[in-house]
């Protein structure tokens, strides 16, 4: 099966400017996840969509970052306007069960490497 | 709340040698564990999960872990180590549908 599918694979802009990831899940995954993960640490989750409904984005700076899920597919994560410390590899995962269950693993994509100049 | 750390930033270990990679949660209830595995450039991958039952669990790749409720820990154990496992590795908690990750262990084997 096809896994995860993150564009661009690396971007690099200058601090103020603005950018955005594009994610696809696996298909039938109602799921999707963002992550952020910074050099040294691991993955920090910043939205969790069920469906097209966002579920957390506690951790989402919301003064700054959005992120959409409009048809329940694919999703958008954006930045606007970027900071220096937003300099991370954003990772964008799926898991297919609908309901609350913890059990069951993620898929990763590849990530999408942003460097804030 | 929960969290889960692992204690050593990289772990060194010769081709041929048993590996040990740490980690111990904290978490309220029963917890679900999970490792996994990143190579350079790629996304994470699951090795192995914990939910339930025997204390020693089987992965992808011939890696293991065993939990140990009285120590929280949940350490990943490979019996003879690979060039080929030189990664990145992170333990994760997880007692909803959101999983906490570790800040990870690098794994180097060497030659």
């Known amino acids: 099966e096809a896994g995860v599918a993150q564009s661009p694979r690396y971007k690099i802009i200058e601090k103020r400017q603005s950018v955005a990831f594009w994610c696809n899940p696996i298909?039938?995954?109602?799921?999707l996840y963002w992550y952020q993960q910074i050099l040294g640490q691991g993955p920090k989750l910043l939205i969790q969509f069920q469906n097209n409904g966002v579920v957390d984005d506690s951790q989402l700076p919301k003064d700054r970052f959005s992120a959409e899920r409009l048809k329940g597919v694919d999703s958008t994560l954006k930045i606007q306007p970027a900071k220096l410390e937003d300099s991370a590899v954003y990772l964008c995962?799926?898991?297919?069960?609908?309901?609350?269950?913890?059990?069951?693993?993620?898929?990763f994509g590849s990530g999408t490497q942003l460097s804030v100049l | 709340a929960q969290s889960v750390a692992q204690p050593e930033d990289q772990v060194n270990v010769a081709e041929g040698n048993p590996l040990t990679v740490k980690c111990t949660y904290s978490v309220s209830g029963n917890p679900y564990l999970f490792w996994y595995v990143q190579y350079p450039n790629r996304g994470l991958q699951f090795l192995l999960k914990?939910?339930?039952?025997?204390?020693l669990v089987k992965g992808s790749y011939g890696f293991e872990a065993e939990f140990n409720k009285s120590q929280t820990s949940f350490h990943l154990k490979k019996p003879s180590a690979l060039v080929s496992d030189s990664a990145l590795y992170f333990c994760?908690?997880?007692?909803?549908?959101?999983?906490?990750f570790g800040t990870g262990t690098r794994l180097q084997v060497f030659p």
């Open positions: 995962a799926s898991r297919q069960t609908r309901a609350r269950q913890p059990n069951e693993k993620l898929f």
């Open positions: 914990y939910i339930t039952g025997d204390n």
């Open positions: 298909s039938g995954h109602a799921t």
């Open positions: 994760a908690v997880g007692r909803t549908d959101k999983l906490i």
